[in-house]
């Protein structure tokens, strides 16, 4: 199934509204779609390598404004649906628990999970959730996630298939170790 995916973004990755579907992949895949920005950003930056900056500009921007809904839904549903649930189940202190952990270092948290493939729409409704600062969590994700849509870009751009296939090959292998350092930062800061 991910195949026939894929190869459909590789299909329109040379139309002309490619970077409109790479916008609205970027906003709602740091919201609650399962595709990443890189399903059809790989495919534009190597079908059309002149639009690669372009695309990672689009990926970024629509990917943090995402991210900024995210976090709006984390924030205003917890408080409507999550809180009560919590309570009743009497699971609040341990969600505090968490809450405070997360708090010491959420930038960092922000920043692994923007830049890595471990899914930034978790920590997004999470910042949203235990109300992180606004400023830290827009600073953090704008960081990370030009960082990680650019970086890809720039290595499309610069060494095309052989990039490509270097990261289709290690793309679990990265997700694997974005969520292995989160789980040694968690257990570290515990």
């Known amino acids: 199934m991910l195949k026939k995916i894929y190869d459909f973004f ?12 790479l916008g609205i992949i970027s906003f709602f895949g740091s919201i609650f ?8 950003l790989i495919p534009i930056c190597l ?16 990917s943090v404004l995402g ?18 649930i919590l309570n009743s189940l009497n699971l609040m202190p341990v969600f505090n628990e968490i809450a405070n952990i997360y708090a010491q270092w959420d930038a960092l948290f922000i920043f692994i999970s ?5 899914p930034y729409k978790v920590i997004a409704l999470f910042s949203g ?21 650019y970086l890809i870009a720039w290595l499309l751009f610069k060494y095309g298939e052989k990039a490509r296939t270097f990261i289709e090959k290690r793309l679990e292998f990265f997700f694997i170790l974005g969520c292995i350092l989160l789980g040694i ?6």
């Open 129 to 149: 959730m235990v109300q992180t600062q606004p400023v830290v969590f827009i600073m953090a994700s704008i960081i990370s996630r030009f960082l990680r849509f």
């Open 114 to 118: 923007g830049l890595t493939p471990f």
């Open 33 to 40: 779609s399962p595709f990443p920005s890189e399903m059809l």
């Open 67 to 84: 991210g900024i809904a995210g976090y709006a839904v984390g924030r205003w549903f917890f408080v409507l649906l999550g809180t009560p």
């Open 10 to 21: 590789i299909s329109h990755a040379q139309k002309p509204h490619a970077l409109f579907f």
């Open 47 to 62: 079908t059309v390598p002149k639009n690669s900056f372009r695309a990672a500009f689009v990926a970024s921007f629509w």
């Open 185 to 190: 930062i968690i257990y570290w800061m515990s």
